[in-house]
C-alpha cells in the first residue's frame, strides 16, 4: 500500500517553463488536494477534487491547473512557471466520509529561476 | 476571515522536559481539529479532536480541545530529540469538500 505518491520529487524550472506535477493514491480516496508550503505561511490550498472529473479553485490558484481523469490522479499544471511559484508542493487525499485526517505525499520541491 | 494560529511559533527545549504547543482558531462551521507532526518530509498525522475536552493520548502525545475557548493543547511529555519537528494544527471545516485550514506550525527543538 503506497498511500499518495508524488513525482518528481525535485525540479528546477526556467522562468517561463511549464511543468506538471503528479500526484498518485490508492486508498480509494475521493477527495484530493494541493497546497504549497512556504516558510512562515504554513500549507495554502491551491486546487482541489471532490470526485472524478471535478476540480475547483483553493485559496492561492493563479498561475495553475489541475485535472482528475481518474479517481487515483490528481495533476497540478504550471504553463508558465514563475519564480514565485518557489515552493514545496504538497498533494494529500482524504475519504469523504467519517473522521479521517489528510494523508500526504512526500512533497515535491520546486525552484523556478 | 477563517484563521488558525499557533504559539509559540518556535521553541527550543532539552531532552526530558514537557512541553506544551497551543492552537486557536476562528473558522466558520467548525468540524474537527487536527495535529500533525512534520519531520523533513511529508505531515504525519497525529489526532483529530472532534469533542470538546476529551483527551487523545498516544505515547507521549496528548491533545484535548477546547470548544469554549476555541483552542486546544498539544503536550509532549519526556520529549526525545525524535520529536524535533514542525507541529501543525489545522482546523477542519464543514463545508462541500471539508476545507482544512492550516497553522502556522510550531518549530520544536529538542537538544540532548
Known amino acids: 500500500n503506497a498511500g499518495v505518491t508524488q513525482t518528481p520529487k525535485f525540479r528546477v524550472l526556467k522562468t517561463g517553463q511549464s511543468m506538471t506535477l503528479l500526484c498518485a493514491q490508492d486508498?480509494?480516496?475521493?477527495?484530493m488536494y494541493w497546497y504549497r508550503q512556504d516558510p512562515g505561511m504554513g500549507l495554502r490550498l491551491i486546487h482541489y477534487?471532490?470526485?472524478?472529473?471535478?476540480?475547483a479553485k483553493g485559496e492561492v490558484p493563479d498561475g495553475y491547473n489541475v485535472s482528475r481523469l481518474k479517481k487515483q490522479n490528481f495533476l497540478l499544471g504550471l504553463e508558465s512557471a514563475a519564480p514565485s511559484q518557489t515552493s514545496v508542493y504538497f498533494c494529500?487525499?482524504?475519504?469523504?466520509?467519517?473522521?479521517?485526517?489528510?494523508?500526504f505525499g512526500s512533497g515535491t520541491r520546486l525552484t523556478v529561476v | 476571515e477563517d484563521k488558525v494560529v499557533q504559539s509559540p511559533l518556535s521553541l527550543v527545549v532539552h531532552e526530558g522536559d514537557t512541553v506544551t504547543l497551543n492552537c486557536s482558531y476562528e473558522?466558520?462551521?467548525?468540524?474537527?481539529l487536527l495535529w500533525y507532526k512534520q519531520e523533513k518530509k511529508a505531515p504525519t498525522f497525529l489526532f483529530m479532536l472532534?469533542?470538546?475536552?476529551i483527551e487523545k493520548k498516544s505515547g507521549r502525545l496528548s491533545s484535548i480541545l477546547d470548544k469554549k475557548e476555541l483552542s486546544s493543547i498539544l503536550n509532549i511529555t519526556a520529549t526525545q530529540t525524535g520529536d524535533s519537528a514542525i507541529y501543525l494544527c489545522?482546523?477542519?471545516?464543514?463545508?462541500?469538500?471539508?476545507?482544512?485550514?492550516f497553522g502556522p506550525g510550531t518549530s520544536l527543538s529538542v537538544i540532548p
Open positions: 494529500a487525499s482524504r475519504y469523504h466520509m467519517g473522521d479521517y485526517g489528510y494523508t
Open positions: 486508498m480509494n480516496h475521493e477527495y
Open positions: 472532534t469533542s470538546s475536552g
Open positions: 473558522v466558520t462551521n467548525f468540524r474537527s
Open positions: 489545522a482546523v477542519l471545516r464543514v463545508t462541500s469538500y471539508d476545507k482544512v485550514i
Open positions: 477534487s471532490v470526485g472524478e472529473g471535478t476540480t
